[in-house]
Every structure is written in C-alpha cells, then in structure tokens.
C-alpha cells in the first residue's frame, strides 16, 4: 500500500502491478497495510495558518470491506505517523493540542492515548515483538515492551546526545510576547531551564547609548 502526499491517491501493489484504490480522502497520510484487503490511514488536514500558529485536523480511516471508513478522532489535531506491531495492533503518533503530543495505541478494537515524555514526536517504528522507536525534535525514545498508558517503558536518550527545541512564531517582540512564548515553553517542556541565553533582543536589554549594555 502506498499513498500520495497531501492525500487524494492510494494504491497497492501485487505482483509487480499497482492499482488505484478509489479514494477521495484529503490530508497528508501515512499508510500501513494489514493485508491485501485492509490498511489504515492516519495524518491529518490543514485548516490555515494565522500570523501566530496554524490549525489542523485529524484524519484516521480505515479500509476493509472493499469500503473506507472515516474513525473519529476529535481529540486530536493531527497524526504525523503510524507504524504496524501486528495484524490487530499499531501505533500512531500525533498531537492533541498545539503544546502536546502523543501516542495512540490501537489494539483489538481499543484506543488507548499513551504520553510522549513531553516529546514532540514526528515519526514512530514498531517492531512485531511490540518494541519500536519515535523520532522528537532533536530526540530519540526507545519504546518497550512492555508499553502501557502510564509510560514507564519511555525511556529517553541521554541529555548530551539531545537538544530540544521549541518555536513559537510571535508577531512583535513586546514583553507580553517574550513572556508568553516563554510561558509556553515551559508548559512544552514540564519545567524551566536553569539558565536562559538571549540573542539581545530588546525587551530583555538595550544599549544605553555608550556602547554598554543595560538589562530591562
């Protein structure tokens, strides 16, 4: 199974052939295949951007039967990723907020939300023996087994191999904005740093007009 980006196409291939799966299905999609017949699709679909941040909604279908079926999701925003463990289960990654990313696990017909760490996950690999990778922004976890809602599983590369990042696109450079991006920013990543290094951005300082610097 494949599908193309920004949605719209799906195809199989058997047997040195490929076939268009009727579709009309919009969003950018990634696709796992159960067999010949059944595959999922996860991503999600642009809804436009303002000066501050842009909106999205999720998609998640599933064909069997010879049909498509549409699987609300209307807790999340986005699916950036899906991977297969197996026949009955897989893994998804994606954000229910624009501050928050997680998994979703599907297994036997049930949906069960499993916390990144904080990461913001963009891509996921699962294994068949349930065990797997997800790449963050600037980050690696190692998944399982055992996987479970509570996490402990999650285990995070050292420090020293990572950087984490955080963007957030504000229209001016008032102190209102510099504290509320980094009210976000500490929202994103569970705490605050112990040290904050400033590119001399005017709201945190300014020259006086001797060529030192004063701190506002």
Not at 27 to 49: K, N, R
Not at 123 to 134: R, T, V, W
Not at 165 to 182: K, T
């Amino acid at each position: 199974w494949a599908v193309r980006y920004g949605g719209g196409s799906v195809y199989t291939y058997t047997d040195g052939t490929w076939s268009t799966v009727t579709s009309t299905l919009s969003g950018f999609l990634s696709v796992i295949a159960i067999s010949p017949d059944e595959a999922w699709l996860a991503g999600y679909a642009s809804l436009g951007c303002t000066l501050t941040e842009c909106s999205s909604s999720s998609r998640l279908y599933h064909y069997v039967g010879g049909a498509w079926q549409t699987i609300p999701t209307p807790d999340w925003l986005s699916f950036n990723d899906i991977s297969k463990v197996s026949a009955t289960e897989w893994w998804a990654a994606g954000k229910r907020t624009p501050w928050e990313s997680a998994f979703l696990h599907y297994t036997d017909g049930t949906f069960t939300v499993v916390s990144t760490g904080g990461e913001d996950v963009q891509e996921i690999s699962m294994l068949p023996d349930g065990s797997g990778f997800a790449r963050g922004i600037g980050s690696l976890l190692r998944l399982g087994p055992p996987i479970t809602a509570l996490g402990p599983a999650l285990k995070h590369m050292p420090p020293k191999y990572r950087r984490r990042g955080f963007y957030y696109a504000c229209a001016d450079e008032r102190l209102s904005q510099l504290l509320d991006a980094h009210e976000r920013a500490f929202d994103q990543f569970g705490g605050h740093t112990r040290e904050h290094l400033y590119d001399r951005p005017r709201t945190v300082c300014y020259p006086d007009g001797e060529g030192r610097i004063v701190w506002n």
